[in-house]
């Protein structure tokens, strides 16, 4: 991690200041397999205390860790029940299929290029991009991710870069060129440097250099 703490240290200035501000770098991982994949389903477009509490829902049901065999037995009202919209209840249900009939391995995974972990996981209904870079990089721990459709990315990149708008795939990977091989650490900073207090955050572009208009 030193390695690439320094890399980006020195490929990138405004990333510079802001791996100074937030500090050491503390990713949290979950295992590359089914549950958490599950769960990144469960989270979608919900706040976390809510998803949470369906998620928990979810685990004294089937028991944990949440399993394809455990999610197939339960029905939908079961599902509806606990708090899954039918829509997302159908998404759950569709990778758990999947699961147990193999056309996901998830001990496979972690041996497949970035590429392909997101081709066969975006077979799953609901499961987008977004959730396939969010498992890359939080579940398998590819280092080298940019989740381009990534709302806190985008704008972390706009404020530290001083962009006029938030900016598109295309403009984040030019701005992320020198980030290479080491794309999710970053993001992980950036994430983070919205966390900052407001006044901590001016302070700290105020005396920062300019940023390159890329």
């Not at 477009?45 to 979810?58: M, S, V």
């Not at 998404?91 to 590429?115: H, N, Q, V, W």
């Not at 975006?122 to 990089?137: D, E």
């Not at 006029?164 to 060129?177: D, F, G, N, S, V």
Request: some cysteine; proline content about 7%.
């Amino acid at each position: 991690m030193k390695e690439a703490i320094a890399h980006l240290r020195s490929a990138d200035p405004v990333l510079a200041e802001i791996i100074g501000r937030v500090g050491p770098f503390k990713m949290s991982y979950r295992e590359p397999a089914f549950p958490s994949l599950a769960r990144s389903i469960v989270f979608q477009q919900l706040n976390g205390k809510a998803a949470l509490t369906i998620w928990n829902r979810l685990e004294e049901k089937t028991g944990a860790p949440v399993s394809a065999e455990a999610v197939l037995k339960l029905r939908m009202p079961t599902l509806r029940k606990i708090g899954l919209s039918r829509q997302k209840a159908g998404y759950l249900r569709d990778l758990a299929r999947r699961a147990a009939a193999g056309e996901i391995d998830f001990r496979k995974l972690p041996s497949l290029p970035d590429e392909e972990v997101i081709a066969l996981l975006t077979q799953v209904k609901g499961v987008g991009v977004w959730t396939a870079h969010m498992f890359l990089m939080f579940a398998l721990q590819r280092p080298n991710v940019l989740p381009t459709g990534d709302y806190g990315i985008r704008a972390a990149m706009q404020r530290a870069y001083r962009l006029r708008k938030m900016p598109e795939a295309k403009r984040m990977h030019k701005i992320a060129k020198t980030w290479h091989p080491y794309c999710s650490i970053a993001c992980w900073y950036l994430w983070r440097s919205l966390d900052q207090p407001a006044e901590k955050q001016a302070a700290a572009a105020a005396g920062a250099p300019l940023a390159i208009e890329v």
